[in-house]
């Protein structure tokens, strides 16, 4: 069987089309700020984004880390959500790096403006100053879930009020402004600093940016080299990236609508829905003693990699199955038959 990968949207792999803009790149050393294809890119993200610079970085978790460390200085404390991907899934990077602490807000990726004013440590000698706060959006682990623009907003007015940077992990946050029915630079209006992914939904094999104003992108582009990641012919890259500008955001509503499929036929297979998807990620729960042969989430992936559908866990019953650009309706529809076959 043709396998069917839905761990995440980061398996895609660049098509034919995305490969010719690839090979048929121009290059310089972007080192020197000479790679004509990446000067490109980082100007159509700025663009796009409405701030005034951006950077191309190979990845999110670096995206987000350089944003970090332009925000803060070691002791200091950024306030996330408690499953927020910059506390939960970069190794620890802010804590190891830059000697940032995490304090968590909110519940399930999401927090309003009186859960900030509350969580900012009043100052006192004895206590770390809070000094950034990271808005995920889309939310991961919550499964995609979109911040309403409003609530971003008053959010972001109140950490600017306090003295707070805002950053925005946008690393789906096309997805998020397909599902808002807005654009992108009135998500990351308020921010300071965002961070976005080319290689999740927008399907290109590397890279991320990291959008913000003009007087702080050349402390960016150092910090990018202190961690290693100026790259030199990246044009390469950023060609694919472009080519995914130009072709893959407009058809995200597609992934969306994949998703929500998806989840509407696991719940008919018995599957449990903490709620219907917003976006490309479908969370779905393995109900307790109901299933002999299912018991629980691992037996689920495990059974379902025998059927040639790749989905993983995120704890003892939840899985999270992704919908792609490589994971067309048809595929859909093949990857449910498949769960309908071993589910019984
Ligand atoms: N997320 C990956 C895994 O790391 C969990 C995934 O499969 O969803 N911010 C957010 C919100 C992300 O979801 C991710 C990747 C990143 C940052 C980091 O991006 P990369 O993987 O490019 O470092």
């Known amino acids: 069987m043709d396998p069917i990968d839905l761990r995440s949207d980061t398996v895609t792999r660049p098509g034919p089309a995305m490969r010719q803009a690839m090979a048929s790149a121009e290059v310089g050393d972007d080192v020197y700020g000479e790679d004509p294809t990446v000067n490109r890119l980082e100007a159509r993200a700025a663009t796009l984004l409405g701030k005034d610079a951006a950077l191309f970085v190979p990845s999110g978790t670096m995206a987000n880390q350089i944003a970090i460390r332009a925000l803060t200085r070691p002791g200091d404390v950024l306030l996330a959500a408690h499953d927020a991907h910059v506390l939960r899934y970069e190794s620890g990077a802010a804590a190891a790096l830059w000697g940032v602490q995490i304090q968590t807000i909110g519940s399930n990726g999401f927090f309003d403006e009186r859960a900030l004013r509350a969580a900012i440590p009043y100052r006192d000698v004895h206590l770390a100053p809070a000094t950034v706060i990271a808005i995920e959006n889309t939310h991961n682990v919550s499964g995609g879930r979109v911040w309403p623009c409003d609530q971003l907003d008053a959010v972001a007015r109140a950490a600017h009020e306090r003295g707070l940077r805002v950053h925005i992990d946008g690393a789906r946050i096309f997805?998020?402004?397909?599902?808002?029915?807005?654009?992108?630079?009135?998500?990351?209006?308020?921010?300071?600093?965002?961070?976005?992914?080319?290689?999740?939904?927008?399907?290109?094999?590397?890279?991320?940016?990291?959008?913000?104003?003009?007087?702080?992108?050349?402390?960016?582009?150092?910090i990018r080299k202190?961690?290693?990641?100026?790259?030199?012919?990246?044009?390469?890259?950023?060609?694919?990236?472009?080519?995914?500008?130009?072709?893959?955001?407009?058809?995200l509503q597609e992934d969306h609508d994949n998703a929500r499929t998806l989840a509407e036929g696991l719940a008919a297979c018995g599957l449990e829905l903490p709620q219907l998807p917003e976006t490309n990620l479908v969370l779905f729960d393995?109900?307790?003693?109901?299933?002999?042969?299912?018991?629980?989430?691992?037996?689920?992936?495990?059974?379902?990699?025998?059927?040639?559908?790749?989905?993983?866990?995120?704890?003892?019953?939840?899985?999270?199955?992704?919908?792609?650009?490589?994971?067309?309706?048809?595929?859909?529809?093949?990857?449910?038959?498949?769960?309908?076959?071993?589910?019984?």
């Open 226 to 251: 202190m961690l290693g990641g100026g790259m030199r012919q990246a044009g390469i890259l950023a060609a694919a990236g472009l080519h995914a500008l130009d072709h893959h955001v407009e058809r």
């Open 286 to 344: 393995v109900p307790a003693g109901r299933f002999a042969n299912v018991p629980d989430a691992a037996t689920f992936a495990r059974v379902a990699r025998e059927h040639d559908l790749l989905i993983d866990p995120i704890d003892r019953r939840r899985l999270r199955a992704v919908t792609h650009l490589d994971a067309t309706a048809e595929r859909i529809a093949d990857a449910l038959d498949r769960v309908r076959g071993f589910m019984g």
């Open 175 to 222: 997805n998020a402004a397909c599902a808002a029915g807005t654009d992108v630079a009135r998500i990351a209006r308020s921010a300071d600093t965002v961070a976005f992914c080319l290689s999740k939904g927008l399907g290109a094999p590397v890279g991320s940016l990291v959008c913000c104003d003009a007087d702080r992108i050349g402390e960016l582009r150092r």
